[in-house]
C-alpha cells in the first residue's frame, strides 16, 4: 500500500474545496483502476483540508474511498482554550492528523514535548498521527506509526531530494520495522513517480502540487 497524503495548508474556500473534490472524482471516474485500488485500500488517500472545511467535506470523500485528516491538533483536552481545536471535535470526521510540521515548528514554536503530546491525544481519540521530521535531531514520539521526512530546504522551493537521499535520511532515524515513511519536500507530478518506485519509501505528503485536483490525481495514478 501507498499513501498519499495532500497538505492543502491555509488554502481554499468552501467553493473551492467543493469543487476540487468534484473535479477529482470527474478525472477518477474515467480511470476506474485507479478509483477501484484507492477504493480497496492498495492506495491509501488522505487529504487535509483547512478545519472549517472538514464537515462539508467529508461526505464528498467517503464515497471515493478518500479520508480525511487535520492539518494540527491542541495539545490540550477539551477544556478552556480559546482558538485550539481538540481531538474530540474531529475525531467523527478525521481518521489522520499531520503533527509537527516544519511551518508549526518554526512559524509557532513548537517543541518536541508539545509534538509528543499531540500524538498521545491523537492516538487517545484513534487518529492516526502524521509526524513531520526535518532531520534526524526531531525527536520521533513513541508509537508514531507513519513519520514523514520533509527537509526545510525541499518545501514549496522546487530543490527535491533524490530518492537515494531520502533513505539515506531514513536508515538514520529511529524508526520502529512496522512505521510508513513517507517523503515531502517540492513533489510534483513530474517526480512522484521516482520516490514511489522505491521500496524504501512508502508514500508521499503534498503540499502545492495537492491545490490542483490534476496534478493530484495525476501522482494518484502513479501510485
Given at each position: 500500500?501507498?499513501?498519499?497524503?495532500?497538505?492543502?495548508?491555509?488554502?481554499?474556500?468552501?467553493?473551492?474545496?467543493?469543487?476540487?473534490?468534484?473535479?477529482?472524482e470527474?478525472?477518477?471516474?474515467?480511470?476506474?483502476?485507479?478509483?477501484?485500488?484507492?477504493?480497496?485500500?492498495?492506495?491509501?488517500?488522505?487529504?487535509?483540508?483547512?478545519?472549517?472545511?472538514?464537515?462539508?467535506?467529508?461526505?464528498?470523500?467517503?464515497?471515493?474511498?478518500?479520508?480525511?485528516?487535520?492539518?494540527?491538533?491542541?495539545s490540550?483536552?477539551?477544556?478552556?482554550?480559546?482558538?485550539?481545536?481538540?481531538?474530540?471535535?474531529?475525531?467523527?470526521?478525521?481518521?489522520?492528523?499531520?503533527?509537527?510540521?516544519?511551518?508549526?515548528r518554526?512559524?509557532?514554536?513548537?517543541?518536541?514535548?508539545?509534538?509528543?503530546?499531540?500524538?498521545?491525544?491523537?492516538?487517545?481519540?484513534?487518529?492516526?498521527?502524521?509526524?513531520?521530521?526535518?532531520?534526524?535531531?526531531?525527536?520521533?514520539?513513541?508509537?508514531?506509526?507513519?513519520?514523514?521526512?520533509?527537509?526545510?530546504?525541499?518545501?514549496?522551493?522546487?530543490?527535491?531530494?533524490?530518492?537515494?537521499?531520502?533513505v539515506?535520511?531514513?536508515?538514520t532515524?529511529?524508526?520502529?520495522?512496522?512505521?510508513?515513511?513517507?517523503?515531502g519536500?517540492?513533489?510534483?507530478?513530474?517526480?512522484?513517480?521516482?520516490?514511489?518506485?522505491?521500496?524504501?519509501?512508502?508514500?508521499?505528503?503534498?503540499g502545492?502540487?495537492?491545490?490542483?485536483?490534476y496534478?493530484f490525481?495525476?501522482?494518484?495514478?502513479?501510485?
Open positions: 500500500m501507498k499513501l498519499i497524503v495532500a497538505n492543502w495548508k491555509s488554502h481554499k474556500t468552501d467553493k473551492e474545496g467543493v469543487e476540487w473534490f468534484q473535479e477529482l470527474t478525472l477518477l471516474n474515467t480511470n476506474p483502476i485507479t478509483l477501484e485500488k484507492i477504493r480497496e485500500n492498495q492506495i491509501r488517500v488522505v487529504v487535509c483540508p483547512p478545519f472549517p472545511l472538514l464537515p462539508l467535506l467529508h461526505p464528498l470523500a467517503q464515497p471515493l474511498g478518500i479520508f480525511l485528516g487535520a492539518q494540527n491538533i491542541s490540550h483536552e477539551e477544556g478552556s482554550f480559546t482558538g485550539e481545536v481538540p481531538t474530540l471535535i474531529i475525531a467523527d470526521m478525521c481518521q489522520y492528523v499531520i503533527v509537527g510540521h516544519s511551518e508549526r518554526a512559524l509557532f514554536h513548537e517543541t518536541d514535548a508539545d509534538i509528543g503530546k499531540k500524538v498521545t491525544l491523537a492516538l487517545e481519540q484513534r487518529i492516526e498521527p502524521i509526524v513531520c521530521v526535518r532531520n534526524e535531531e526531531d525527536i520521533i514520539p513513541p508509537h508514531a506509526s507513519i513519520v514523514a521526512y520533509e527537509p526545510v530546504a525541499a518545501i514549496g522551493t522546487g530543490n527535491n531530494m533524490r530518492p537515494e537521499e531520502v539515506a535520511v531514513k536508515e532515524l529511529l524508526l520502529s520495522q512496522k512505521a510508513l515513511f513517507l517523503y519536500g517540492s513533489v510534483d507530478p513530474e517526480n512522484a513517480s521516482s520516490y514511489l518506485a522505491h521500496q524504501q519509501i512508502d508514500g508521499l505528503l503534498i502545492s502540487a495537492s491545490l490542483d485536483p496534478q490525481y495525476t501522482i494518484l495514478r502513479e501510485a
